[in-house]
């Protein structure tokens, strides 16, 4: 682990107060903008994500930012990107000319495949580092990244730029435990839980203690502190050791009980055994969290950013579309949330924020909850987990928000066009098929162009494209299909599907 002058950081920080707006607004004042889509997460989790190496194009939304005429961007990742992913960006810019938008992008390339985070890749080749050291106005330059840790951290002091995101002493914030804690001081409702633990003897105790407190448990979630999308979460069933429960055994033989039940844990990852999983607890910590039960149950989350003046803002609510075994992997999501909620999700994400803010962090975070329909219009709320990096939700959402240059509006959680229209938009990360394997960028490109389902800026709907790089190898792609209404987005994007699949139709074989 590489240690990082704290201090120095959070000074080099202080710059962004001059310079953070450019970020988010389109306005005509120079900046220079480093994208570093680093996904400097555990390694071995990452991996468990299919086609995990392509997610550094996440942020290509990014590109859109040059849509302000002086603005400069400089966007590195591990490999190439293909050029007409490029190419499709920044045909996306309203009343930019392609040239002019191309002249002020910078692509830059550690041409490493490894599974090292990108920032660590770009560390290590001191002459790509001045490069883009070179490549900088210093006084008009900050940085954006996917997460930020100790790699972040030491590329923004070697460079001068400042990071626009949390410090990484504040990463704890936004582990399964720190989130807990969070909401507890924050005072903001979450399911029952165990504190962090380091071994499986301790889990499984702690797995007890949690039963004891709820005689009427069902099912208990298993998370790794630093599991990604859900990927790191297993399913306790209580349900074939009831002999076990509460009043019908004793402690001790309930520990043992729940110690052999860890065997049959249901995993979210395919690819995940208890083995493996049992492995990483001594590394990453654990806790157990009761399962919230619910016939009509929803995943909504709440984003939200603090500003290097200490301001806390909500950006958007969504509906999170789960999958896995049992629905705790992140697959997509539906903007804005329910209407039933969405603006209590408001409310308890800005006491989420002012806490974060409290403890010194900055720029993105998420809040994810589980809703459930206690009927008559009244839903029981309660918050899982904090991310303090830009997750699944924050692509779909700066894509619409820099392609309409539209306003959140608070009073009702809706997003408006500059024309005054309502937006509405159904995003993925996760359109997978295997018969879309085999299909190129370019290939994209033209059945996009066929079935006319790029976006339109003139009417401000359509679909726009990103994990492109995932499609030829995974059969993957995200998108975010965007309507004036919900019903119209969701049509949007099964057009998209229904073309895909009648363009990779295999031919019936007598």
């Known amino acids: 682990m590489i240690t990082v002058n704290i201090d120095k950081f959070r000074n080099l920080q202080l710059t962004l107060r001059d310079r953070w707006k450019t970020s988010e607004l389109f306005d005509n ?27 550094e194009e996440r942020l290509l939304f990014s590109l859109i930012r040059l849509r302000n005429p002086r603005t400069r961007l400089i966007y590195v990742t591990s ?15 309203p009343g930019i000319p392609f040239s002019h938008a191309r002249h002020r992008l910078l692509l830059l390339s550690t041409y490493d495949a490894s599974l090292k985070p990108l920032s660590q890749k770009i560390l290590e ?46 990463q704890l914030w936004g582990t399964k435990s720190g989130s807990r804690q969070i909401f507890r001081e924050s005072g903001v409702p979450l399911p029952d839980g165990s504190e962090l633990v380091k071994t499986c003897q301790d889990l499984a105790n702690a797995a007890a203690d949690l039963w004891e407190r709820q005689p009427r448990l069902q099912r208990i979630v298993i998370k790794l502190n630093e599991g990604f999308s859900g990927e790191g979460n297993a399913l306790l069933d209580l349900r074939p050791i009831m002999n076990f429960a509460p009043g019908k055994a004793d402690h001790i033989e309930r520990v043992a009980a729940i110690s052999d039940r860890f065997l049959h844990l249901r995993f979210q990852s395919s690819q995940e055994t208890w083995a493996n999983f049992s492995h990483r607890i ?29 301001e806390v803002e909500i950006l958007s609510t969504h509906d999170q579309i789960l999958g896995g075994l049992d629905g705790q992997i992140y ?54 987990e904090i991310n303090l990096r830009k997750g699944g939700t924050t692509h779909p959402f700066m894509t619409l928000k820099l392609l309409t240059n539209g306003r959140y509006d608070l009073s009702n959680g809706l997003f408006y066009s500059q024309q005054g229209r309502p ?88």
């Open 423 to 510: 937006k509405y938009y159904i995003a993925t990360d996760n359109l997978q098929k295997d018969n879309y394997r085999g299909l190129l960028p370019n290939d994209l490109m033209d059945i996009i162009a066929h079935y006319r389902l790029h976006f339109d800026s003139g009417t401000e709907t359509g679909t726009v494209f990103h994990l492109m790089g995932c499609l030829s190898q995974f059969g993957k792609l995200g998108l975010t299909s965007i309507g004036d209404s919900p019903e119209e987005a969701e049509d949007i994007y099964n057009k998209v599907v229904e073309a895909l699949d009648q363009e990779t139709k295999q031919p019936h074989k007598e």
């Open 282 to 310: 001594p590394e990453l910590g654990a806790i157990a969290e009761a399962f919230i039960e619910g016939e009509i149950k929803h995943s909504p989350s709440v984003q939200g950013r603090i500003t290097p003046t200490g």
């Open 79 to 93: 490999m190439p990107l293909h050029p007409s992913i490029i190419d499709y960006y920044l045909q996306l810019l």
């Open 29 to 55: 004042s120079e900046a220079d903008i480093l994208i570093i889509p680093s996904l400097s997460i555990d390694q071995r989790e990452l991996l468990k994500i299919e086609g995990c190496e392509h997610y």
């Open 331 to 384: 697959i997509g999501c539906r903007f804005p949330a329910d209407e039933n909620y969405r603006c209590e999700l408001q409310e308890l994400g800005l006491k989420v924020g002012r806490k974060l803010a409290e403890k010194g962090a900055l720029e993105r975070f998420a809040v994810d909850f589980v809703a459930v329909d206690k009927g008559n219009g009244k839903w029981d709320i309660q918050a899982i």
């Open 125 to 170: 080749r001191p002459r790509l580092l001045e490069k883009i050291h070179n490549a900088l106005r210093l006084d008009k330059a900050f940085m954006v990244c996917y997460n930020s840790t100790y790699w972040e951290s030491e590329l923004s002091l070697k460079l001068g730029v400042p990071l626009y995101a949390a410090a990484p002493d504040l």
